[in-house]
C-alpha cells in the first residue's frame, strides 16, 4: 500500500493527465452523439485548459509530497517518512537497522562554521547513497544522526556494509570551498528474525544501545542480534 502511494504521488503529472483524457473522451463521445462535431472547437480548447490544469496540479502535488518526504539538506528520508516506512515493514527473514552518528560533530561547527557542517552532513549523505543498496532505506534521523532499514539482510551482511560505510567516511576529505576536514563515524547495527510485524520501538531501542556502545570507542561498530 505504502509503495503503491508513493508512486500515485510520485507519477501524479501523469495520473492527472490521463484521468483528464478519459474524462474529456467522455464527454466529447456524448456531445458527438448529441450535436454532431459543431462544438468540437470549445471541446478542444477546453481540453487544453484543462490538461494544463491538471498538469499544474501533478507537479505540485509531487512537489508538496516530496517535501513532506524528504529531509531539505541532504535529500535524503526525513525522520517522519522513514518511521512511517519502520511501522509498516514486515520481515522476509533477517531484516537489519543501521544507527550513525557522527563523532564529534559540534567541535566541525564550532571550529568550521555551519555551513561547513551543513556540506559534512550533504557529503555524508551521498557516501552513505553510494555504499547501499537500492532497496535500502535511508534517513536523516536528525541532527547528525542517519539511519538505514537493510531489508532482507542478515547480521553479517549487515555488519560489512557498516564497516564499509566507516572506512569511507574515516579514508574521505570532507571540504567546502577552501576548508577541509576528517571526521568518522559510530554505528549501531541491529537484526531482527520474524516473520510477523515487527516492533519498531523495540527494534530502535535495541539499535540505538548498540550506537551507544559503538560511541564509547568512537569510529567503532556494535552489532547485536534483537
Given at each position: 500500500?505504502?509503495?503503491?502511494?508513493?508512486?500515485?504521488?510520485?507519477?501524479?503529472?501523469?495520473?492527472?493527465?490521463?484521468?483528464?483524457?478519459?474524462?474529456?473522451?467522455?464527454?466529447?463521445?456524448?456531445?458527438?452523439?448529441?450535436?454532431?462535431?459543431?462544438?468540437?472547437?470549445?471541446?478542444?480548447?477546453?481540453?487544453?485548459?484543462?490538461?494544463?490544469?491538471?498538469?499544474?496540479?501533478?507537479?505540485?502535488?509531487?512537489k508538496l509530497y516530496r517535501q513532506v518526504q524528504i529531509d531539505a539538506l541532504t535529500g535524503l528520508f526525513n525522520r517522519r517518512c522513514f518511521n512511517e516506512k519502520l511501522y509498516k515493514m514486515k520481515s522476509r527473514g533477517s531484516t537489519c537497522l543501521i544507527l550513525i552518528d557522527?563523532?564529534?560533530?559540534?567541535?566541525?561547527?564550532?571550529?568550521?562554521?555551519?555551513?561547513?557542517?551543513?556540506?559534512?552532513?550533504?557529503?555524508?549523505?551521498?557516501?552513505?547513497?553510494?555504499?547501499?543498496?537500492?532497496?535500502?532505506?535511508?534517513?536523516?534521523w536528525g541532527g547528525e544522526e542517519f539511519a538505514?532499514?537493510?531489508?532482507?539482510?542478515?547480521?553479517?551482511?549487515?555488519?560489512?556494509?557498516?564497516?564499509?560505510?566507516?572506512?569511507?567516511?574515516?579514508?574521505?576529505?570532507?571540504?567546502?570551498?577552501e576548508v577541509i576536514c576528517n571526521i568518522t563515524v559510530s554505528i549501531g547495527i541491529a537484526a531482527a528474525n520474524t516473520s510477523k510485524d515487527i516492533d519498531p520501538d523495540q527494534f530502535l531501542k535495541i539499535t540505538d544501545e548498540a550506537l551507544y556502545d559503538a560511541k564509547k570507542k568512537k569510529n567503532n561498530i556494535s552489532a547485536v542480534m534483537g
Open positions: 500500500m505504502i509503495i503503491l502511494k508513493e508512486r500515485i504521488y510520485k507519477f501524479a503529472p501523469v495520473v492527472l493527465l490521463f484521468i483528464c483524457l478519459i474524462v474529456f473522451t467522455i464527454i466529447f463521445i456524448i456531445i458527438k452523439h448529441l450535436h454532431g462535431y459543431s462544438h468540437s472547437f470549445i471541446f478542444a480548447v477546453l481540453l487544453i485548459c484543462q490538461m494544463i490544469n491538471s498538469l499544474i496540479y501533478g507537479v505540485s502535488i509531487k557522527i563523532d564529534n560533530f559540534k567541535n566541525i561547527n564550532d571550529t568550521y562554521g555551519h555551513l561547513m557542517g551543513d556540506q559534512v552532513l550533504q557529503q555524508l549523505a551521498q557516501i552513505l547513497q553510494n555504499s547501499t543498496r537500492k532497496k535500502d532505506i535511508i534517513a536523516r538505514i532499514i537493510l531489508p532482507e539482510t542478515s547480521i553479517e551482511d549487515a555488519y560489512m556494509i557498516g564497516n564499509r560505510i566507516r572506512t569511507k567516511v574515516e579514508n574521505y576529505i570532507f571540504s567546502y570551498e
